[in-house]
Structure formats: structure tokens, C-alpha cells
């Protein structure tokens, strides 16, 4: 797992639907106008994130974050507003973001440089229906929604703005966690023939890691993998597999 890098896309919202405050006996109640409460100010993020490298003592060498990049594009204003002039730059969120505009995130440029300097790194997609094979929706995209949802942007540059500085204070400690997790959630589905009716289990990380016996990599016991092969081997039956004795047969239709 130290030579994957996963990316994943999330919306982000300049607000949440609700939000709780403890407010003083006469304190007025907090009021943000907004132009619609059914089309809300959001951008969506694509995120890259690795295993994070841990020297001696616990010290950092990788924290395994490779960026946080906004679908966005610059437009010219046609009409004077109060917060900006004819002919100004105007950033906006791209709100459709399909597959054409996943690949322009991921250019000739970036491709051309994961074959370059001897690199070799290819794209491997998830398997369908199986979030919990992707390590930022086991933790990434919660934390750091939380940390942003903390804060009070009031446009899209200013939420583009938290939502990067949510992903740079995301703690690398978290992102081991979330390795072991993901890790867990794979032995998961080996139990359950290939599954995904189950909660990620908790290992207790932190008090395991307290007491100096967490896991770099979880070991997987032999006659669990050997169940999961039998069960891919029997899973398809051949074409033509107990037709023998159907050969020739006719339905009448009357």
C-alpha cells in the first residue's frame, strides 16, 4: 500500500443543511442571507492522498497528502456588480462534473509525467459498490469537512480557500489510522464472499498505538483466503455447464 495514491471526488457546501450553537440568554440568533435555500453555493473537490511515511521515534517524513484541487473555471463578468467590474475575472464551480471533466482534471501533463523519470504508475479503478475500498471516504473527507464547516465563508473562493486549509491540518496519525482501517474493511469482505454488508470495525487504533503494539500491516488468516478462492472459483458455472440433457428439446408454443 506504500506505492498507492488514491483520488476521489466530494461536494463541498459554503454551509450545511444545520448547524448548532450555544447561544447567550439575550444573544440574537445567527443569520447568514442566502439568494436560494435550494441551490446552494458548493464546489466539488478532487482529492490525492498516500500512506504516510513514519521515521524513528514517530517522525514524519511523508504525510502521505498530495493536494486538494477544486473543479473550477474563470469566466469574464459582462455586468457591473457591487463586488466586481465589467471584464473582471470571476472563478466558478463547475456544477457538472462527469467524466469528461474528471479527465481534464487529470491532463496530458500529469499523465505524461507518470511515465516519466522512470516512473511507471497507472490507474486502477475502484470496484464498484465498495466504498469502503477508498481511503478518503473511510476518514479524509470527514475530517476535514468538519474542520471547513467550522469556519464562515461567504463565497466560493473564500470556501475553496478552508477547504485547502481543512486538508493541510488533516493529521498524518489519522491518515495511518485510516490505512489500518481500510485494511480491515478488505479482511471484511473476504468474510463476507465479496460483500459489503458490514460496518468498518474498530480496532482501537489509538490505544493500541499507546501501548506500542498497533500494526503496520494486518496479517489475514490463510483458510479465509482460501474460502474466498473456493468461492470465486464456484461462483461461475460454464456455458453449456447441465444442458446435455437439453439438447434438441422444443417448446410448442401452443
Known amino acids: 500500500m506504500q506505492q498507492v495514491v488514491h483520488i476521489d471526488e466530494k461536494w463541498f457546501y459554503l454551509n450545511p443543511e444545520t448547524r448548532k450553537f450555544y447561544l447567550l440568554p439575550n444573544e440574537p440568533n445567527p443569520y447568514m442571507c442566502q439568494q436560494s435555500k435550494r441551490f446552494k453555493v458548493k464546489g466539488m473537490f ?3 492522498i498516500g500512506k504516510p511515511i513514519f521515521g524513528p521515534q514517530g517522525v514524519v517524513l511523508h504525510d502521505g497528502k498530495y493536494g486538494m484541487f477544486p473543479f473550477v473555471y474563470e469566466s469574464i463578468a459582462k455586468k457591473k456588480s457591487k463586488n466586481r467590474d465589467v471584464g473582471a475575472v470571476e472563478t466558478k464551480a463547475i456544477q457538472n462534473v462527469n467524466k469528461e471533466a474528471i479527465r481534464a482534471m487529470l491532463d496530458e501533463e500529469f499523465n505524461a509525467a507518470c511515465q516519466s523519470d522512470g516512473f511507471n504508475i497507472k490507474f486502477i479503478y475502484q470496484p464498484a459498490q465498495s466504498p469502503d475500498l477508498n481511503v ?3 476518514g479524509l ?3 476535514i469537512q468538519s474542520i471547513q464547516y467550522q469556519s464562515f465563508p461567504t463565497n466560493l473562493m473564500e470556501l475553496i480557500q478552508k477547504v485547502k486549509e481543512a486538508y493541510d491540518l488533516f493529521n498524518p496519525v489519522l491518515n495511518k489510522y485510516c490505512w489500518i ?4 474493511c478488505m ?3 473476504l468474510n463476507h464472499l465479496g460483500g459489503n454488508n458490514f460496518s468498518p470495525p474498530h480496532k482501537g487504533k489509538k490505544k493500541l498505538e499507546r501501548i506500542g503494539m498497533l500494526p503496520e500491516v494486518l496479517h489475514v488468516d490463510r483458510t479465509l483466503v482460501q474460502q474466498a478462492v473456493e468461492h470465486l472459483n464456484n ?10 440433457d437439453d439438447e434438441g428439446m422444443q417448446v410448442d408454443a401452443d
Not at 181 to 184: A, N
Open 141 to 143: 473527507f470527514n475530517v
Open 136 to 138: 478518503l471516504d473511510l
Open 46 to 48: 478532487m482529492a490525492a
Open 235 to 244: 461462483m461461475f458455472i460454464q456455458i453449456g455447464e447441465g444442458n446435455e
Open 187 to 189: 479482511e471484511e469482505i
Open 181 to 184: 482501517t481500510l485494511q480491515c
